[in-house]
């Protein structure tokens, strides 16, 4: 069975930083072909796309609101995906998602292309 499962999540204060992980399963040698994207979901807002990284080429995708901030990478061996959030703001907090998609671009996020989704963690992030 093909399945990402986040960890990392917490409670922190404006400027602090956490690191999330994303560790996929079940792909093998397939995992290659996938986009990994974090997304989140404020309490009363729709979910949206953060950040994706390519598994075979590690390119990359930020949504303007953390550039600067947050950096994805990925551990090839560990098929797992980091997303290293720095400066972190009360904006920030939500439930965090981690999904792939097949051949998922990462010009861009849509939620509809990505199949495989984690349960969520959540981010809080204090004033």
């Known amino acids: 069975e093909v399945q990402v499962v986040e960890s990392g999540g917490g409670l922190v204060q404006a400027g602090g930083s956490l690191r999330l992980s994303c560790t996929a399963s079940?792909?093998?040698?397939?995992?290659?072909?996938?986009?990994i994207g974090w997304f989140r979901q404020a309490p009363g807002k729709e979910r949206k796309g953060v950040s994706c990284i390519s598994a075979s080429d590690h390119a990359t995708y930020y949504v303007d609101s953390v550039k600067g901030r947050f950096t994805i990478s990925i551990d090839d061996a560990e098929h797992t995906v980091y997303l290293q959030m720095n400066n972190l703001k009360p904006e920030d907090t939500a439930v965090y998602y981690c999904?792939?998609?097949?051949?998922?671009?990462?010009?861009?996020?849509?939620?509809?292309?990505?199949?495989?989704w984690g349960q969520g963690t959540q981010v809080t992030v204090s004033s």
């Open positions: 079940g792909f093998g040698n397939t995992f290659d072909d996938y986009g």
């Open positions: 999904a792939a998609a097949l051949f998922g671009s990462t010009y861009y996020m849509k939620q509809n292309d990505y199949d495989i």
